[in-house]
């Protein structure tokens, strides 16, 4: 059996081919019973329009693999439903918060496994990195204690228990065909608070140019997660999008020296390194939807290293915080990006 990688399927297919199979099936009523219109979807500069609003495909994790692996091939995502055990996903969650209680982050007698946001200034919890410096950002004790833990808490053994789930690893086996894999030691352990600021516009490969494009993302939510509580979206169909921009990149970058060329915060890239922070207008420009979607606890979505991502804030109706890890896979017997073998610090460069 091929392998995703020599198979080539990402890069093999043209931008019509791309066109002509995206979903019909994304639209209201078919997977989920919501109108978007009856949603509180917000963008960092404002309101999401509905009408450019769709919804994920939902895979049974029990659906054959050939049926998996063409929906992953036409997609660029593949969202399997309950494919991992609910029990240790829900005591990471629960184990996360308490780590994280010193820092204020929760409101006061709650249920830890809820993880119910204590309505605190929302900007004092935004991730460490990028953002908090293009914001300047001044961090207070209470703001300094909780990204001391945040970014601790990469090293922390309930969650690098967590990281070894062995579902995961034997479902990527069977998927991509891979016997030898890695899990890439630079994962990304991130809780966003209601209204604040989201994952910006961006896709993977930029950040992982240093290796070829062969790696699989999966994005492992850590607790149900609501339509409008700020789930992981896509840009409907991008895997071209992605490629198209990428070369755009690479033909400008004959200026840079070899290690300014493989960075995504080299000076012909965006300060941060996306593609953009406002969703709206990124989708507007392209013309594609946001796919957005509900998950549970379990659930895991995967995509390939081309596809547009990005969220919305997060406007849970419960207030909860929306905890998710992303998790990268590669071939350990073909060449990777050997940068991500480490463990994540803020502004590494990555």
């Not at 939902?58 to 609910?86: A, C, H, Q, W």
């Not at 982050?105 to 709650?110: A, M, Q, S, V, Y």
């Not at 494009?213 to 149900?224: C, K």
Request: with cysteine.
């Amino acid at each position: 059996m091929a392998t995703m990688v020599e198979s080539e399927v990402l890069t093999s297919v043209s931008t019509t081919e791309q066109q002509q199979a995206l979903p019909k099936d994304d639209t209201y009523g078919k997977y989920y019973p919501t109108d978007p219109k009856n949603l509180s979807l917000e963008s960092n500069f404002g309101p999401m329009d509905p009408e450019r609003i769709g919804y994920l495909q939902p895979t049974s994790k029990d659906t054959p693999l050939e049926i998996m692996r063409e929906r992953f091939n036409r997609d660029g995502y593949l969202l399997v439903k309950g494919l991992l055990p609910k029990e240790p996903v829900l005591k990471c969650r629960r184990e996360y918060f308490e780590y994280m209680s010193p820092s204020g982050l929760l409101k006061p007698g709650t249920d830890t496994v809820e993880g119910i946001f204590s309505e605190k200034d929302s900007r004092k919890y935004l991730p460490p990195g990028n953002l908090r410096r293009l914001f300047g950002l001044k961090d207070d004790e209470e703001s300094e204690r909780y990204l001391e833990l945040m970014i601790s808490a990469h090293k922390a053994q309930f969650y690098l228990g967590f990281c070894e789930i062995e579902e995961l690893r034997a479902f990527i086996r069977r998927f991509a065909g891979w016997e030898h894999i890695t899990m890439l030691q630079r994962t990304l352990l991130r809780a966003f608070v209601p209204d604040s600021e989201l994952t910006p516009v961006h896709f993977d490969q930029m950040y992982l140019r240093a290796g070829p494009p062969t790696s699989l993302t999966a994005w492992v939510p850590i607790g149900d997660i609501s339509l409008e509580g700020g789930g992981l979206m896509y840009l409907q169909g991008s895997t071209d999008i992605g490629q198209k921009t990428e070369e755009e990149f690479s033909r400008n970058a004959g200026n840079l020296t070899d290690e300014e060329r493989v960075s995504a915060f080299n000076k012909n890239m965006n300060d941060g390194g996306f593609l953009s922070r406002d969703t709206v207008d990124y989708g507007q420009k392209v013309n594609r939807k946001w796919l957005i979607g509900e998950y549970e606890v379990g659930d895991v979505i995967f995509h390939n290293p081309w596809m547009v991502h990005a969220s919305c804030k997060n406007k849970d109706p419960e207030r909860r915080i929306r905890l998710a890890t992303d998790l990268r896979f590669v071939d350990s017997t073909k060449p990777y990006d050997k940068r991500w073998m480490k463990v994540f610090r803020p502004l590494d460069g990555l």
